[in-house]
Every structure is written in C-alpha cells, then in structure tokens.
C-alpha cells in the first residue's frame, strides 16, 4: 500500500518537471529528460561552485586555529537554511492544503502512510536541496584536510539527520502559516508575508555569509568560543571533525527525534488537519456593484485577480520587482559610496557602468515571469475564456499587459536611480529608458510564448503551475541570457563603440519583439484555442 | 437556430465524432443522449467553438462558427458538465466580468441577476467566494451566467447534474420559457425521464454515430425512451441510423 502511494507522490513529482508539451499532457521526450538533467546538474555546478569557494576559504584557517568543528557547523546551518527555505511552501501545500487529502482518507489507507508518502517526497526534495551544499563541503574537506573514519561516518549520519530535522522545521513553519492564513482569512496576504520574510533573511545570511567569510576565517577562535555556547552547533561539529563519538549520538538525538515528534503528532491529528483545510472563511457582504465596464478592463481585471488570489503566483513574480525596487533606492542612498568609488578605484567609465546596471535591471526584469504561468493558471477555467465572445488576441494581449504593468515600476526605478546616480547625457536617458521598455516587452512575450508552448493545465495543486514545468523555466534562461548576453558583449565590444554596441543590442530587442509580438497575435492565438 | 452539417472530429485514430447532422430550430429542446464517451461532448463543444472539428460545419443561426465564431460566441451560451468557475472571484464578480464581456447593461444585468439569482436561491451568497460555493450552487451560478446576455442559443453538457429537485424543476421551467420567446436549447443528458418529459426532440448518438433522430413521439412510439436507448445500445456498430 505504501509502495503504491509512493509510487503516485513520485510520479506527480515526476510529472510536474518533465511533462510533455502537447497541451502539457502528453509524455517526455528521452531527449526533453536529459535535457531537464543536465540543467539540474548545472544548477547544481553553479551553487557548488558558490558555496565549495566559501568553504574553501574557511577551510584551512579553522583547521589551524583548532575550531574544525565550526567548519561543519556552518556547513549545517547553510544546508539547514536552504531546505527548510525551500521546502516550507511544499510542505504546506502538500501536507495541510493537499486537495487529494479526502479522496486518499475515502480508501482504507491508514493516515500515517499517507503522512509518510507525502513527509518522503519532502524529504526527497530536501535532498535534492541539500546536495547544492553537502557536495562542496564534503569535496572541499577531503581535499583540503581530509575525513577521519569515524569523522566520515559521523558526517553522513549527521547530513542525514539534518534532512530530517529540516523536514521537521518545514513542517513545523507550514503549519504555522497554514494556520495563521486560514485564522485571518487573507491567505494570499499571510503567505506573501511569510514568504517574503524567509527570502530577506536568507538573502541577509547568504549575503552576510559572503561578506564576512574573510573575516570568518581570520577570527575563527573568537566566534567558536562565542558559538560554543550554543552546544548542539558543536556537538555536531565536532562529532564530523574530532570523531567524538558522544557528540555524534547527541546529535543525532537532537536532529532525529523532532522529526519523530512530528511524525507521531501529524499522523494523530491527520484527520483534523484535513477537515480544517477545508473550512473556508465567509467573507463580509459587501454592497454588490453593477458597474459595467469594457471589455478589456473586464479581463485585465480579472487576470489581476487572479494573481492576487495565489500567494505562490504573486511571490513568483514579485521578487524581481521587489529586488528591483530595493537595488534603485539603495542606489540612490548610496549614492556617495558610488562616486569615490567610481573616481578611485574602478578602473571602468561612467557610462559603461551605467550601461551594465542597465542590463542588471533587464535581468532582474528577467525575474518577473508572469505571463510564463498565466495560462496554466488557468487550469480547468480555460473553458470560459475560450468560450467568451472576444479574440483571443484580447486575451493574450491583457495577459501581456498585467506583465508590463508589473514590470514598469520596477523598471522605471532603476532607470531613474542610473541616472541619477551615473548621469551620462540626455542621449543616454533616452537610449537606456527604451532599453528597459523593450525588455519589458520582449520578457513578458517571451513567457506568455512559452507558457503556450508549454502549458500545465491538469495541475491539482496551482504551485505546480506556477513554478515547476518547462515553461517557467525556459523563460528564465532565455530572459537571463537576453540580460548576460549583452553586457558580454560590451565588455568585449566596448573597446570599439559603446554607442554602436548598445545600438546593435536596441535593434536586435526591436526585431524579437516584432517577431514575438506577431508569432503571438497570430499563431499564438490560434494555439491557445487549441488547448 | 443550430445546423449541425456532417459534423466529423477524430481524436487520433478514435473518431470520436463521426457525420453528425442534426438541425435544432427555434423554440425546440433538443435532447441529446447516449451512453459515457460517445461523443455528445465532442459535438457540443464543437457547436460552441471550443473544439477545432476535422470535417463539416456547424451554423449558429444561419452563420458558420468555423467562419466567424465570434459572431456565433455572442449569440450563444454554454453550460459544461462541471462547473470550474474562477473560485477566486465572487458570484456577483464572476457574473459582472460575463456581463462584461458580452456588453450588458448595468441595469439589465442588475435586473437579471437578481431574478435568476431569486428564482435559484443563491440571491443571498453572491457576494460569497465562489470557492465556499457547494458543487450545487456553482452549477447554479453557471446557469446564471449562462443567461445574463438573454442568448438565443443555450448549448448544456448534462446540466441537471449537481443540483437540487427544486433548482432542477425552475431550471425545466427556465428552458421551456427560454424557447417560448424563440429562443433553443440544444442538451445533453443521461438522465431519460427528464428528456422525455422536457424535450420536442431527442437524438441517440453512440459510439460517435446518431443512431436514431426525431421527435419524441417519433422516437419512442407507444414505448419509453428508456426501452428505446436500451433497445438501441444493443444494436452493433455500423448498423446505421433508424
């Protein structure tokens, strides 16, 4: 019975990466599987990368001053912050909201094998999560220090109590945001809200990480004594590097027996969590408006709504925004900074830092893919779209508009911000104002092509609209490319002329966005009433 | 009002839809029944533009829904078998973003809403989330929707489905008072009794062929409608109409 629940989680999770593109029902390709493979490893070289050049940097300097451990203390808390930041939204959209929670209870299954076919498929996940970081530490370890036996086995029975430990605290935070969500009634709201506070912490830690690894690695004594304090960071180190073999059962004690707690409390009060799910908050009656309105405004009301109904939808596509709008203001505020910086020491002109922030800003319009799930979002409502007496041109056009609309602020943030702080000419206002307006454009064409080449239309949970498929991930690669393409060739370019580099650039984003805009109107009208 | 004209869709290999001709005139119920997968919903959503079909055509009051399915889309109204609404949106919201696709005023969409909404029962949770809304009162709501622009044509897939006996009886009423000011329905049902009591006329499809067509006196004769399905169910592939 378990294998069979089993095997149905890792198919859907199988099915929600590497579905086929026919109306997104149809199979994978062996080629579209090696493909999607040979992605996840580049993903997975680029994090490596990232994380084994700032364990490499700590590496020797702990070793030497004697506090090895705290190697494998950060090491826990960087893996520890990535999966339970990762897989919160899963576990609350998988264990508390599951929508086939009431078909799988109906069958004689006993709730703690559902709870345990949807806790592996976290701990899957997790897995997946935390060998972004176990492979750089281990790797950089060996290489640089080198594993005792016990230190060896140590460090694998710990990195798989931390995969439990973290599935735990992701479980622990999904409940309380399901609950909190559900108490108040603004769901969406709540869950943004909780969201957006994971990524600023964890963006705060990675980018603290970053900043103080060098310091890191020369006060080393100094913050051991201080992370001492806190026993189980050490017992856990120094299980991995002094081979303590008490530390390691206590650690493992610590790690293990939350997950079991969890496991026991969630498979006692299963039932009741399910039947909470679904009591839906009534809403406040409001006076009732008849106001007509065209019906343009109609759909891209709508569509508004639509995305402000989903808290995944709306962070999907609001942290590009989000970041965006960040980036201009600290700009402006440090705007000082920038100006000695710019006369003492970087070696690069005004004008052609200006341009690169330029193609930043493309990239992090880049991040706002909104049109690339906004017909999956769709999903079984697709009907009533296609069966309403507009063309669908109309349609895909708001669809293009609410993404455009989204990314203007963003956009024009930044624009004002470069040129406030990096002033070049008028001829440069201007050039890098259509710049921006083109990338807008091209971005949101890009992901409303893709989504129709692409669609996930069959998707029980909207998560798996709007995140996974191939379609959101196309459109991220191609829009990073169009963002990283460019700066690489003015960094080459620019020897030559600036001006022509960037006008080249201007023309080769007009004629895509011609070529996009009419494929769109008109074949891709046709293949939305396909779907 | 509807002319259906060798209407043939193959999904693959499996011809799903195979030369439908079926004529559907104004004031007329027209019942539409046959056994699970033989086709009624591929000919209904062939009628309302949302399914490319292979061969044949479809007029919606004289004009072709291949040629000018926005012309026909405004003249029509279709109720699917279940009803996936925007749960995001409330009942009035969703009925006001219809009305304003299809143009209606805001004072013939006050007036429609309120009577349809009065006459269903769920006057009093439109300004609910759809998404608190029982399967009953979704279906009760797509009803609605389906006649806020007053349309001449309503094409249904099963819509008895999900509600309740009073709702199902002023639906009956709605359908008969719709084709008594002209205008036609065209519907799919498996529930005989209700076809044999509502509709002028009924055709059988199976396997993807119309294997009988008529009036219902002219379909079932001194016997039931249900004898006649039965009857029909046992007929082999290939025997052609009756």
Redesign the interface.
Same mark, same amino acid.
């Given at each position: 019975m378990f294998k069979a629940l089993m095997k149905v989680r890792l198919a859907s999770l199988l099915n929600m990466f590497m579905r086929g593109s026919k109306n997104g029902k149809g199979k994978a390709s062996k080629g579209k599987i090696i493909g999607f493979a040979l992605l996840y490893l580049y993903v997975l070289v680029v994090f490596g990368i990232m994380f084994g050049g700032m364990f490499a940097t700590v590496a020797v300097p702990f070793h030497e001053q004697g506090v090895s451990w705290l190697y494998f203390a950060l090491y826990s808390i960087l893996s520890l912050a990535l999966m339970v930041f990762g897989s919160t939204a899963i576990a609350k959209t998988q264990i508390f909201d599951a929508k086939d929670n009431d078909l799988l209870l109906s069958m004689p299954i006993p709730p703690s094998y559902i709870l345990a076919s949807r806790m592996s498929l976290l701990v899957i996940l997790n897995f997946v999560y935390q060998l972004t970081v176990l492979i750089p530490a281990a790797v950089v370890w060996a290489l640089m220090i080198g594993f005792s036996f016990v230190g060896l086995i140590s460090f694998i029975l710990l990195t798989l109590g931390l995969l439990l430990f973290s599935t735990a605290l992701a479980l622990l935070l999904g409940w309380v945001i399901a609950l909190v969500s559900r108490k108040s009634g603004k769901k969406t709201l709540i869950t943004m809200i909780f969201s957006l506070g994971f990524l600023a912490v964890y963006m705060y830690v990675c980018m603290s990480a970053q900043n103080y690894i060098g310091l890191l690695a020369q006060s080393g004594e100094s913050l051991a004594s201080a992370m001492k304090a806190f026993a189980p960071l050490y017992w856990l180190g120094n299980a991995i590097s002094g081979g303590n073999v008490l530390h390691l059962i206590l650690s493992i004690a610590i790690l293990v027996v939350p997950f079991v707690i969890a496991m026991v409390i969630l498979s006692k009060t299963f039932n009741k969590i399910v039947s909470q799910s679904q009591s =839906?908050a %009534?809403?406040k *009656?409001?006076r &009732? +408006?008849? *106001? +007509?309105? !065209? $019906?343009e !405004? &109609? /759909?891209l009301? %709508?569509d508004t &709504?639509?995305l402000f109904? +989903?808290a995944s939808y709306l962070l999907n596509s609001s942290v590009g925004i989000v970041m965006a709008v960040i980036a201009a203001v600290m700009m402006i505020i440090k705007r000082d900074t920038f100006s000695v910086m710019l006369t003492a020491d970087m070696p690069i002109g005004k004008s052609l830092l200006a341009t690169m922030l330029i193609f930043g800003t493309a990239f992090l319009i880049g991040m706002i893919p909104l049109t690339a799930a906004s017909i999956s979002i769709e999903?079984?409502?697709l009907? =009533?779209l296609? +069966? /309403? $007496? =507009?063309?669908t041109s109309k349609i895909l056009w708001s669809k293009l508009k609410l993404n455009i609309i989204a990314c203007l602020p963003a956009g024009l943030a930044m624009w004002l911000a470069i040129n406030i702080c990096f002033y070049v000419n008028i001829a440069f206002t201007f050039y890098s104002f259509i710049i921006i307006l083109s990338y807008i454009f091209l971005t949101a064409g890009i992901g409303l092509t893709e989504n129709l080449r692409h669609p996930i239309l069959d998707w029980s949970d909207e998560a798996m609209a709007v995140k996974s498929g191939l379609s959101v991930l196309f459109t991220m690669l191609i829009n990073m490319a169009l963002a990283i393409a460019p700066m690489v060739a003015v960094m080459v370019l620019s020897m030559l002329d600036l001006w022509v580099t960037l006008a080249v650039w201007f023309v080769i984003l007009a004629i895509l966005n011609v070529i996009l805009y009419s494929w769109l109107m008109t074949r891709g009208a046709k293949k939305f009433? *396909?779907l | 009002m509807l002319r259906i004209e060798h209407l043939t869709k193959a999904y693959g290999k499996k011809i799903a839809a195979n030369d439908i001709t079926l004529h559907i005139q104004k004031g007329e119920i027209y019942g539409f029944i046959g056994h699970n997968g033989a086709g009624k919903t591929t000919v209904i959503k062939s009628c309302c533009g949302l399914l490319n079909f292979d061969e044949g055509e479809v007029y919606i009051d004289g004009v072709s829904i291949k040629k000018d399915p926005l012309a026909c889309k405004r003249e029509i109204a279709y109720l699917p078998d279940n009803p996936d609404l925007y749960e995001y949106l409330t009942g009035v919201k969703y009925l006001n973003f219809i009305a304003d696709i299809y143009g209606v005023s805001k004072d013939l969409r006050k007036q429609r809403m309120n009577e349809y909404a009065e006459m269903l029962g769920i006057a009093g949770d439109l300004g609910q989330p759809i998404s608190s809304y029982s399967h009953g009162m979704k279906q009760k709501l797509a009803v609605i929707s389906a006649l806020i622009h007053d349309p001449k044509l309503i094409i249904m897939d099963e819509p008895f489905v999900g509600l309740d006996p009073v709702a199902a009886h002023q639906l009956k009423e709605l359908m008969r008072d719709i084709c008594n000011r002209g205008g036609a329905i065209f519907f799919s049902t498996h529930v005989l009794e209700v076809a044999e009591k509502l509709c002028d006329k009924v055709a059988i499809i199976k396997s993807g062929k119309i294997v009988a067509n008529g009036t219902m006196e002219e379909i079932k004769g001194d016997g039931s409608l249900e004898e006649v399905f039965l009857e029909l169910a046992e007929i082999k592939e290939g025997d052609g109409n009756v």
């Open positions: =839906i %009534r809403v *009656e409001k &009732a +408006s008849f *106001e +007509s309105r !065209s $019906p !405004s &109609a /759909l009301r %709508r &709504a639509r109904s +989903s999903g079984k409502t009907w =009533i296609k +069966s /309403l $007496p =507009i063309k009433m *396909e | -």
